[in-house]
């Protein structure tokens, strides 16, 4: 799994480079309806949570 | 929890018997183990490994070091960094006229709509065009044939420019995958529909000058309100083998408690008979290429609405409602009622996980995880001036083209902000302006110091209003920090019990048949894909 947390004595460092610098879009926004957002994602999860 | 208030970007989650350590300028989690915190925090005090060393003189001295040794490599890759960023989105001119640049290069365009009427004759309760005062208002403002040729045009341009550099390897991705594409909007395109059927024949009949871009490689999509259908309209979708999004909310008395007409009467029974049609005119074409979306309104009952929509036989999606002039519906009393129910929302994710036959029963429950597939965890490098993109590359990604040819960056915006016109082009100093004055906006000391940032979904279309963009209130921030922070429990929880669940939730958000993420052409990889998804930077 590309997400593995690791422990301090277990992370490998690399450096310093742009990683955090390069432009990257953050918002994956992927609907083609024209209703979906992401904001609207993100509040339905808590909505999600609300309800039940 | 958190550190102190020096470090107002670094977080603390339990993490089982220890704890995840968040740092969100280096975007960046690693776990402490729970007797190591007081060391953590010793250290992040003093920065001074002698007094650390001193101060835990009966610990383990081998273990001891090599802790301390980790977090000063850490420090000087830009991790525990204190205080807030000094600059979250670049606002150099230099920068963002470079970053333009890069993403007109190389940007696969995933979204390009045409607003082919700003009439409707419905008066949705929730609709922004019928509500909000600022927003583009429902008139009779019809798309000309002429304006829809000449997007349709620009369209092509830009698709060739990133399609031209490709391999053939590349290419045959491209047109699997990020097919050409576009999309009728309103108002209520039907109000229109000469233009869109006239649109969709020549967007299908163009001579690409490539033969490889057939008729059948390119796809359509239409937005309705249901409100008109008859065999010319059908015989219409189902040649050209649309992609029809149609609304709906539930049953009758749920849909008509918003979706009325203009005379204010319940529109359920002309939708529904309409929807109807379509399933007995080609049942083929209802279960493959009709969505209905239905709004999950305030007030609305979702268990029932959810009911209605598995019953219709046909895709289906339960959308919850945009606000006007906010992003979040009564941010107190969510907050506590999502602070309230985390554990028991946690567990009950958890049962759906352990129930299900397989991942498709749970994405959905899921989907609030799709975030942290790019959450690093190793090889840390952070800094206080980042340069994020907290919203898709704007006026590159995804384009709305207005009734009479302006250029938007998204249908979901007020339309204050236009960056050109298909008729005259690009107006590349107001797109420029529109980035400048969106990464002037996520500068506020607000997002500079909020932990959450590269959580945050509320992109720009969001936050444009009357021409500029305006973030959300700071109840609103405390709102979706609350909910960034659930994620994070939710995602820890899965990770730590059900990680084949975590594994197919990533693999399924890279699939770009689930999710059409933002890709790079620079970054598709050189040789034959093979079925894999290219990967985002």
């Known amino acids: 799994m590309k997400t593995k947390l690791k422990k301090v004595r277990d992370l490998t460092y690399t450096e310093k480079k742009a990683l955090t610098g390069g432009g990257v879009p953050t918002c994956e926004c992927s609907c083609t309806c024209g209703y979906g957002t992401s904001a ?7 909505r999600s949570v609300v309800q039940k | ?29 690693f776990i402490v183990e729970a007797d190591e915190l007081p060391i953590l925090r010793a250290w992040l005090n003093t920065r001074n490994r002698e007094e650390v060393l001193a101060r835990h003189a009966g610990a383990d001295r081998e273990r ?34 470079r970053q333009l640049d890069y993403f007109f290069a190389n940007v696969l365009m995933r979204k390009y709509v045409l607003e082919v009427t700003e009439d409707c004759n419905f008066r949705c309760r929730y ?9 583009r208002r429902h008139r009779p403002a ?7 040729r000449t997007a349709i045009d620009h369209y092509c341009g830009l698709y060739l420019s990133i399609y031209d550099q490709l391999n053939d390897d590349q290419k045959r991705f491209l047109l699997e995958e990020y097919e050409p594409h576009i999309g009728f909007y309103g108002g209520e395109p039907t109000l229109n529909f000469d233009v869109v059927r006239r649109g969709t024949e020549y967007f299908k009949t163009l001579d690409w000058g490539r033969p490889e871009i057939t008729r059948d490689k390119t796809t359509v999509s239409l937005n309705t309100n249901l409100s008109r259908m008859n065999d010319e309209i059908l015989n219409f979708l189902v040649d050209n083998d649309i992609q029809l999004f149609a609304s709906l909310d539930g049953t009758r008395d749920q849909h008509d408690r918003n979706r009325i007409d203009a005379a204010g009467r319940g529109t359920f029974d002309i939708a529904y008979a ?42 289906h999606s339960l959308l919850d409602q945009a606000l006007p002039d906010r992003v979040v519906d009564a941010p107190e009393a969510s907050l506590k009622s999502l602070l309230e129910n985390t ?94 004055d969106y990464a002037k906006a996520l500068n506020d000391s607000q997002c500079r110091e909020c932990w959450a940032h590269n959580f945050c979904g509320i992109c720009g279309a969001m936050r444009m209003k009357k021409g500029g963009f305006v973030n959300p209130l700071p109840k609103e921030c405390d709102y979706l920090r609350a909910a960034a922070e659930f994620n994070f429990k939710l995602f820890i929880a899965v990770y730590r019990q059900r990680p084949e669940a975590l594994e197919a939730i990533f693999r399924f958000k890279k699939d770009s048949k689930n999710h059409k993420t933002v ?12 079925g894999r998804t290219p990967q985002t930077p």
């Open chain 1, 40 to 46: 609207e994602a993100m509040d339905s999860t808590a």
């Open chain 2, 1 to 29: 929890m958190h550190f102190d208030d020096s470090f107002p970007l670094l977080r603390l989650f339990e993490f089982g018997d220890d704890f995840l350590v968040y740092d969100a300028k280096p975007h960046f989690a």
């Open chain 2, 64 to 97: 001891l070091s090599l802790l301390l040794d980790g977090y000063e490599k850490m420090a000087a890759r830009g991790v525990f960094l204190p205080g807030g960023l000094e600059r979250l989105c670049s606002t150099d001119m230099g920068d963002l006229n």
């Open chain 2, 127 to 135: 609709c922004m065009n019928s509500m909000e005062e600022n927003h």
């Open chain 2, 142 to 148: 019809h798309m000309s044939f002429d304006t829809a």
């Open chain 2, 274 to 315: 309409n929807l109807m049609r379509i399933r007995d005119f080609n049942a083929n074409y209802y279960a493959q290429k009709v969505t209905v979306f239905a709004v999950d309104a305030l007030g609305n009952d979702r268990t029932q609405n959810q009911a209605f929509l598995n019953a219709l036989g046909c895709k």
């Open chain 2, 343 to 436: 554990d028991k929302s946690i567990r009950r994710k958890l049962e759906v996980i352990a129930a299900a036959g397989n991942s498709d029963a749970y994405i959905d429950e899921l989907q609030a995880l799709f975030s942290f597939e790019n959450l690093g965890t190793d090889a840390p490098y952070g800094s206080n001036k980042t340069n994020r993109v907290i919203s898709c590359p704007m006026g590159v990604d995804n384009i709305m083209i207005g009734v009479n040819g302006e250029m938007h960056i998204c249908h979901k915006t007020d339309s204050s902000m236009p960056f050109g016109n298909v008729h005259t082009g690009l107006d590349r100093e107001a797109l420029i302006r529109l980035n400048l």
């Open chain 2, 519 to 530: 890709v790079f052409a620079d970054k598709l990889p050189k040789s034959p894909l093979n």
